[in-house]
């Protein structure tokens, strides 16, 4: 370890929180690059917004014998998604940038599709398909992040483990429909 303190010292604390007020959390201590965080947040908002109107438009379009309780699954998972888009917003806030929510730039910056889908087994395996590339991207924010932002990797630790579920769900929804 060295001569060197685990903390730094309190007068050092106060002196540098005095510094540069405007910035809010954002404090000498960050060591992220800000704008390559943001940009990533700002593709996971625009992934999680098009998951919810992907969800909500399988939601509605869900028809047959199965259709009740797979479009509740679909309804409950746009909910989740969109509490996801709420907190990655507000963290983007936090670090001084801006929630992209242009509804142009949202399919090219997201990284999962909208696709509609035919049938419910279609819709099913679509929502299946984007949860699995939200969890790898997801993964590679929080990996990238490393220790560098703990309180934007946590949330995103948070978003990750929710989609896992939602991943597992819809498998179990197909297998209960025998695909």
Not at 31 to 39: F, G, N, P, T, W
Not at 62 to 77: C, K, R, Y
């Amino acid at each position: 370890m060295g001569d060197r303190p685990f903390l730094t010292d309190v007068k050092t604390l106060r002196e540098r929180a005095r510094q540069h007020i405007e910035q809010g959390a954002v404090t000498p201590g960050y060591k992220a690059d800000r704008e390559v965080v943001i940009r990533l947040l700002n593709e996971a908002l625009a992934t999680e917004i098009v998951c919810v109107l992907r969800y909500k438009r399988h939601y509605f379009m869900a028809t047959g014998i199965n259709a009740q309780s797979v479009a509740q699954e679909f309804l409950d998972h746009a909910n989740e998604e969109q509490m996801h888009a709420d907190s990655i917003a507000q963290r983007i806030v936090q670090l001084g940038g801006e929630p992209d929510l242009a509804p142009e730039g949202l399919q090219s910056k997201s990284h999962s599709e909208y696709v509609e889908g035919e049938s419910l087994i279609d819709m099913i395996k679509e929502d299946l398909i984007a949860e699995r590339i939200a969890i790898d991207s997801y993964r590679e924010i929080i990996e990238y992040l490393g220790n560098n932002d703990p309180t934007t990797r946590n949330l995103m630790e948070g978003v990750l483990a929710k989609e896992e579920e939602h991943a597992e769900d819809l498998v179990s929804l197909l297998q209960e429909l025998g695909q």
